[in-house]
């Protein structure tokens, strides 16, 4: 797997207000420059130095040839009946990742990837059928969401400063397994001379890195989700290759040791399979599990992917078991999905550059298990 490769000029937009108080402070410039620049980039979401109009000319152009900024190509946008977009695009070293926007009346919600491709595995999830390419680099994970941002603005989708209302670490890849990249971008984006979200906006979704999970909520102040979507080992571990190696009773240890400061509480995501984890009996065990922690859980019908084997549950089953939760003392709801149509919605991501063009394969599942 490559780790995250950026071109040879360091990217602007990765940089932190420190880092970039440090570069310019070696181009013989003052620091109040480096706020400067991070404004332009994090607040008015520029894609060049040239934008950067309240700089000296002869800063912008020692800039331009001595640094880059992080920009993708947008090589696709479909729109869903419901009003979802989804964003394919391409990177400078020619890969494909996709990012989903999620309009609501009162949020604007984007759904971010943390990598090309996935080393999971999932067998229902089309991200997991690609294996994993590279990591995303702070620069590219940041450019999904000022893009967005701008061109919610262009398109008179939204206002300025910042028309999106909260984020979603739940595209593409697993954003623990690209732990130092996502935390970055994660400070950069509540920054205040940033885009300035609240750390009650921002969710980053995990499958269970139990390693990480403690140590997330200790360097970071954002909600968490954890992909649970079963109740024993042995289901688990069929369309889960992480509980191999974490069994649930170790993920569970983990979220108990997850710091919940700020009012903080975990939230667990079971998507519904028909005849696999729907059950009265998994019902029971569900709601034991998450009454473990201060929890909620979000129930999301499974959506149908070509060539993989499973069936979403009925959805007066998807409701049964959402009011069996209730009446259990666990605050549940049901996730609605968004954008199948387009192939957007949960576990349907899959991006493709080109007739028939697909990110190359990277690792597989296990060799990440071996890394952690």
Known sequence: METSPTPQRPDL????????????????????????????LHRRYAT?????????????????AETTIEVLRMDHEARSVDGTIKFRWETWDGRYIES???????????????????????????????????????????????????????????????????LVFMGMGEPLHNFEAVKAALDILLSEDGPNFSQR????????????????????SVKLAVSLNATTDEVRDRIMPVNRRWKIADLMEACRRFPMKQGRRIVFEYVLFADLNDTDEDLE????????????????????????????????????????????????????????????????????????????????????????
């Open 13 to 40: 937009r990765s940089l932190s207000l420190a880092e970039l108080e440090r570069l310019v402070a070696t181009m013989g410039e003052r620091p109040y420059r480096a706020r400067q620049i991070y404004r332009w």
């Open 48 to 64: 060049s130095v040239e934008e950067m109009t309240d700089l000296p000319k002869a800063l912008r152009e020692r800039l331009a």
């Open 100 to 166: 989903v926007y999620m309009p609501e009346p009162k949020r604007k919600t984007l759904c971010v990837s943390s990598q090309v491709g996935c080393a999971m595995g999932c067998g229902f999830c089309a991200t997991g059928t690609m294996g994993l390419a590279r990591n995303l680099s702070v620069g590219e994970i940041l450019a999904q969401v000022h893009q967005v941002n701008r061109y919610l603005i262009e398109q008179g989708l939204g206002e300025p400063p910042r028309p999106l209302t909260n």
């Open 201 to 220: 906006q921002i969710t980053v979704s995990t499958a269970g890195l139990v390693p990480l999970i403690e140590r997330f909520g200790r360097e970071t």
């Open 285 to 372: 065990r569900l709601a034991r599990l998450v009454r473990q922690v201060p929890a909620k859980v979000n129930l999301i019908q499974y959506n149908r992917n070509e060539g993989l084997p499973y069936e979403p549950s009925p959805e007066e089953r998807v409701r049964a078991f959402a009011e069996g939760l209730l009446q259990r003392g666990v605050q549940a709801m049901v996730r609605k999905n968004r954008g199948r149509d387009i192939l957007a919605a949960c576990g349907q991501l899959a991006a493709q550059g080109g007739p028939g063009r697909r990110p190359a394969r990277g690792v597989q599942t296990g060799r990440l298990l071996r890394v952690l």
